[in-house]
Nanobody, 120 residues
């Protein structure tokens, strides 16, 4: 079993910055992908940023140039640095990891979500 815990959300004014953290713990062999999603009220969950299976990064068009995904492999932690925040970035942000398990298959895990609220 893998636990995924996000932190770092909060309230900020437009133009401000926040950094989200996502720590994974438990029994797994390695990450396949690590990603951040978000879900605004009344909208579907959308992909924000991802480390792909080939360790490249990709971003939603709406956040390119403003958000940066990074990670600390020693800590099994992925970060999302969010700069120049806009009111439309307001959402619950979720961390998702896809891992190779110690018993030979792949599994998907989600964190509980962290609220980001941007006031204009």
């Amino acid at each position: 079993q893998v636990q995924v815990v996000e932190s770092g959300g909060g309230q900020v004014q437009a133009g401000g910055s926040l950094r989200l953290s996502c720590a994974a713990s438990g029994s797994f062999f390695s990450f396949i992908t690590q990603a951040w999603y978000r879900q605004a009220p009344g909208k579907q969950r959308e992909l924000v940023a991802i480390f792909t299976s080939t360790a490249t990064t990709d971003y939603a068009d709406s956040v390119k140039g403003r958000f940066t995904i990074s990670r600390d492999n020693a800590k099994d932690t992925v970060y999302l640095q969010m700069n120049s925040l806009k009111a439309e970035d307001t959402a619950v942000y979720y961390c998702n990891v896809n891992v190779f398990t110690t018993w030979g298959d792949t599994r998907d895990y989600w964190g509980q979500g962290t609220q980001v609220s941007v006031s204009s």
